[in-house]
T-cell receptor
Framework: ETGVTQSPTHLIKTRGQQVTLRCSSQ?????VSWYQQALGQGPQFIFQ???????GRGNFPPRFSGLQFPNYSSELNVNALELDDSALYLC????????????FGSGTRLTVV | RKEVEQDPGPFNVPEGATVAFNCTYS??????FFWYRQDCRKEPKLLMS?????NEDGRFTAQLNRASQYISLLIRDSKLSDSATYLC???WGSGNTGKLIFGQGTTLQVKP
C-alpha cells in the first residue's frame, strides 16, 4: 500500500507566475484535501475533492483552484502568485469524511520571490 | 475567536516528565477529533483519535469534553523523541465534507 506522494518537493517561483502542485492519494482513498501551512502556523484548509468534485472550500481566493482525476490523484493550481503564498502545501487523502483520520503527503515547499 | 485554539508553548520539560496539552474548539457541531504530531519541516502524522470516553495509547492519553468543547493530550514519561509540535484537529461538515481544522500547534521540547 503506497502512501500519499506529492511533487515537486521544493519550488521557487516569481511573483505573478502560476504554479501547479501534484498529489497522488493513498491507495483506496477517494477524498483529497489541500492545506497551506505558513511558518509557525497550523495548516489551513484550502479545498477538498471527493470523486472529482470540489465539495468544500476554505477562505482562499479563486486564484487557488484544483482538480481531482478518476484515479483520485489531484492538482492544486495557484495563479498570479503573491509573496504571501510562500508556504508548505500539504495534500491529505482519506476515505470519505476522514472520520478515521487523514494521511498527509510530505508537502511541497513553495517560495515566491 | 479562532476555530481551534492551543497554547503554542514552547513546553520545555525534562525526560520522564508528564506533560499535558489543552485545546478548545468553537464549533459545537464538530464531529471528529484528533491529535497530530508534526516534526520540524515534515508533514503532520496522526497520533491518535480522540473519543468522548477518553482513550489511551501507551504513554499517550486523550480526552474529549464535548460540553466544554475541550480536548486534551497527556504524555507520560516523556522521551527525547517526543519533541515535536502537537496539533489539535477537529473536523466538521456534512456528507463528505469533513475538512480538518487545525490549531496553531503546541511545541514540546524534551531535554535530557
Amino acid at each position: 500500500e503506497t502512501g500519499v506522494t506529492q511533487s515537486p518537493t521544493h519550488l521557487i517561483k516569481t511573483r505573478g507566475q502560476q504554479v501547479t502542485l501534484r498529489c497522488s492519494s493513498q491507495s483506496g482513498h477517494n477524498t483529497v484535501s489541500w492545506y497551506q501551512q505558513a511558518l509557525g502556523q497550523g495548516p489551513q484548509f484550502i479545498f477538498q475533492y471527493y470523486r472529482e468534485e470540489e465539495n468544500g472550500r476554505g477562505n482562499f481566493p479563486p486564484r487557488f483552484s484544483g482538480l481531482q482525476f478518476p484515479n483520485y490523484s489531484s492538482e492544486l493550481n495557484v495563479n498570479a502568485l503573491e509573496l504571501d503564498d510562500s508556504a508548505l502545501y500539504l495534500c491529505a487523502s482519506s476515505l470519505g469524511t476522514g472520520s478515521y483520520g487523514y494521511t498527509f503527503g510530505s508537502g511541497t515547499r513553495l517560495t515566491v520571490v | 475567536r479562532k476555530e481551534v485554539e492551543q497554547d503554542p508553548g514552547p513546553f520545555n520539560v525534562p525526560e520522564g516528565a508528564t506533560v499535558a496539552f489543552n485545546c478548545t474548539y468553537s464549533n459545537s457541531a464538530s464531529q471528529s477529533f484528533f491529535w497530530y504530531r508534526q516534526d520540524c519541516r515534515k508533514e503532520p502524522k496522526l497520533l491518535m483519535s480522540v473519543y468522548s470516553s477518553g482513550n489511551e495509547d501507551g504513554r499517550f492519553t486523550a480526552q474529549l469534553n464535548r460540553a466544554s468543547q475541550y480536548i486534551s493530550l497527556l504524555i507520560r514519561d516523556s522521551k527525547l523523541s517526543d519533541s515535536a509540535t502537537y496539533l489539535c484537529v477537529v473536523t466538521w461538515g456534512s456528507g463528505n465534507t469533513g475538512k480538518l481544522i487545525f490549531g496553531q500547534g503546541t511545541t514540546l521540547q524534551v531535554k535530557p
